[in-house]
């Protein structure tokens, strides 16, 4: 029986759990206890377990948490007391030791509001991440100023609120092996103008609808009524206020137009972006009241005007105080419904054509509003104008469904997890992973790669707008936690994309050290940088606790050192390269690996039990034997000492010998003259 190695995952941080894994070897069927050590003491999580073993290789893994940075040293031990001997031949291979190095916690930037209290923050928080919630204009907006953080995450954050020089560095940082993970709302993804940017490059999904560069989300058009009625009562005058406040409260890229009517139309201001406001005001204000009712002129013009623009969502407010004719109204909706124009309408004063105006709006797909003395007006025009700006994203009940069961949805039950409020619509890109969808097939969670980074899109929200139900639900800490951890910088000792690779050296007790640095850009030839060995059994600080090894450049992005006298215990290796072109000198690249010797090679399991062939070969006259070595060493030998050996050398030889002498006799030796004849 034996303990041959342990295994711990690449990345181990403050406050993870995971499975340390055992490999085991029996001889023999048995039924022994397991015990497990977390740096000499029992491992809290899972200090034994009774196991059955069934001859022969066998894994098996315990739980196990780290909750402190640092060297951490587990060792496994089998409890073979009262096996026979025979099972048992050596105790000395009954345990095996690994060690790892725990990072401290992990660090997230979150941008989106920087509120340290929102949902989000909080549930990574949850999980011993330590988080940063700032503001778009307080991040790092280069590379190198991201490069502390394990993982970036964007949430529900307009593009324009992210400087051209944060967006490459986020893509570069992802490049060189961060993680990168994009929560959807209102202001997401295409609805929020990340269509087109080096952000939608480096995702896994492509925005459905989404708007490209210099392309407005809105389009609206205000079609108000300026006959003689809407003098009184000052009417005009609060729509004119509404129709500013419109134009200020809308995105510099959104379009507005604005279309006055009585008996036929006028155009105050002609569709035109919403950062021309103090144009667009001073053209509301020429607008006076006079004249009779007639909304259809008017709608038309502000179809011809919609019909033409490339914005996502177009929209019309109507807004008349009396009776319009409703003839060819009905046929003109059908041609803005197949033109993807929305209309929704506002009555004003009793003498408002209430039917009239909610059948446009039934049948434009708006809202009808009725607003009895014109106060609520701009309040009416903000709120249509916030609920038509969601048009370009689906709001309805939603049920998370597992697309794919991956480590990251462990322990999450989302058959009972509740619905999700809208999403916004995306598309996959090729090799992305489909992580989850909703119950009627739309991505919801997908993941991929960048570079030497993971990236990650949400397509829903992670706070009280879409996601009210499952910011109360059990199970939203974890999810995000796990997504977070399985999203962000991958090992625990890597860095610029480095990696550690330990063979053992031709002598006893060295080992060859191996460091390949393929960077996102290709190989890095120029870094200077030393290798670590802690020995953790030793105090901290003193001389035999860390040895430090040069490390050389061997080839294209490689670098080598030996580690030699490692004929017992345990050792933490880590490699540190700097480029010594920054000043001050920059870390550049980093990988950690161990070696681990926990009892003499003869000792493992594949020296246990000899090939019979093998040991057939070397005694042919009297076969093998197993059991006691009393009757062998008590059997006599051959008499006086002799011995059998084949003979067909002999005999060859006194065959070939003979023959090789008479081929030179004949080769050499003339017997005779030969007879020569006479010429002539």
């Known amino acids: ?40 003491q029992p491992n809290p999580l899972a200090p034994s377990s009774e196991l059955i073993l069934r001859g022969g290789p066998q894994q098996i893994k315990l739980p196990a948490r780290a909750s402190a940075p640092g060297p951490i040293v587990f060792t496994a031990s089998l409890d073979a007391a009262a096996l026979p001997a025979e099972q048992n031949r050596s105790p000395a291979n009954d345990r095996a030791a690994v060690v790892g190095e725990v990072r401290g916690r992990p660090r997230v930037l979150h941008l989106g509001d920087a509120d340290e209290s929102s949902a989000l923050p909080r549930a990574l928080r949850s999980d011993h991440l330590q988080v940063d919630a700032v503001a778009p204009e307080a991040a790092p907006a280069s590379a190198e100023g991201l490069r502390p953080y394990d993982l970036v995450v964007v949430s529900d954050l307009p593009a324009r609120r992210a400087s051209g020089a944060l967006q490459q560095a986020i893509a570069k ?155 060819g109204v009905n046929t003109l909706l059908g041609d803005m419904r197949d033109a993807d124009i929305t209309v929704s309408a506002v009555g004003v004063g009793a003498g408002a054509g209430k039917d009239f105006l909610a059948r446009v709006a039934e049948r434009g797909r708006g809202r009808y509003y009725f607003s009895q003395d014109g106060t609520d007006v701009p309040r009416i025009f903000s709120r249509e104008t916030r609920e038509v700006t969601r048009n370009a994203v689906v709001e309805r009940d939603l049920y998370p469904r597992v697309a794919k069961r991956v480590q990251l ?93 330990v063979t053992p050296g031709t002598d006893e007790g060295s080992y060859s050290v191996v460091v390949d640095v393929d960077a996102a850009e290709g190989f890095v030839n120029d870094l200077h940088g030393e290798l670590l060995v802690i020995d953790p059994s030793q105090p901290a600080g003193s001389d035999a606790h860390t040895a430090r090894l040069p490390i050389a450049l061997t080839a294209p992005g490689r670098y080598e050192a030996t580690v030699l006298g490692v004929h017992a215990g345990q050792r933490l290796l880590k490699a540190q390269l700097h480029d010594e072109g920054q000043s001050p000198r920059r870390l550049a690249a980093e990988a950690i690996g161990q070696v681990s010797v926990p009892y003499p090679r003869e000792l493992a399991p594949d020296q246990q039990n000899a090939d019979p062939a093998w040991l057939a070969s070397l005694s042919p006259e009297t076969g093998t034997h197993s059991g006691s070595l009393g009757p062998v060493l008590s059997t006599p030998g051959a008499p006086k000492g002799t011995r059998t050996r084949p003979i067909w050398p002999e005999v060859l030889w006194a065959l070939v010998l003979p023959l090789l002498l008479l081929d030179l006799l004949l080769r050499r030796v003339a017997l005779g003259r030969p007879a020569r004849g006479r010429l002539g």
Not at 207 to 232: C, H, N, W, Y
Not at 261 to 277: C, E, H, I
Not at 448 to 471: E, I, K, M, N, Y
Request: charged share 25%; no cysteine; aromatic share 6%.
């Open 1 to 40: 029986m034996l303990v041959e190695a342990l295994h711990l995952p690449a990345e181990l941080r403050v406050g993870q759990t995971f499975d340390v894994t055992i490999d085991l070897w029996a001889s023999a069927p048995a039924t022994l206890t397991l015990r497990l050590d977390k740096d000499g």
């Open 173 to 327: 940082y992802v490049n060189d092996g961060g993680g990168f993970i994009m929560v959807g709302g209102e202001r997401a993804f295409g609805v929020g103008g990340w269509g087109g940017t080096v952000i939608e490059e480096i995702l896994p999904v492509r925005f459905e609808g989404e708007r490209q560069r210099e392309q407005p989300t809105l389009a609206l058009v205000l079609v108000i009524d300026k006959s003689g009625s809407m003098s009184s009562e000052d009417r005009l005058d609060l729509v004119k206020e509404a129709a500013r406040a419109t134009a200020s409260t809308l995105d510099p890229g959104d379009e507005l137009g604005v279309i006055a009517f009585d008996s036929r139309p006028y155009t105050l201001v002609r569709l035109q972006p919403a950062a021309n406001r103090i144009r667009i005001a001073g053209d509301i204000r020429r607008l006076s009241a006079g004249g009779g009712t007639n909304a259809l002129p008017a709608l038309r013009e502000a179809y011809l005007q919609l019909v033409g623009s490339k914005a996502l969502v177009k929209h019309v407010i109507l807004l008349s105080d009396g009776q319009s004719p409703e003839a």
């Open 409 to 501: 949805l462990r322990g999450l039950d989302f058959e009972r997890a509740p619905g999700l409020s809208g999403i916004i619509p995306l598309k996959l890109k090729p090799l992305a992973e489909l992580i989850l969808r909703t119950h009627l097939g739309d991505p919801l969670l997908v993941r991929g790669r960048r570079g030497l980074g993971r990236t990650a899109a949400f397509a829903s929200d992670a706070q009280p707008r879409w996601a009210a139900r499952w910011v109360a639900w059990e199970g939203f800490g974890k999810f995000w936690a796990q997504l977070a951890r399985d999203t962000m910088r991958q090992g625990a000792g890597t860095l610029g994309g480095a990696t550690l690779r």
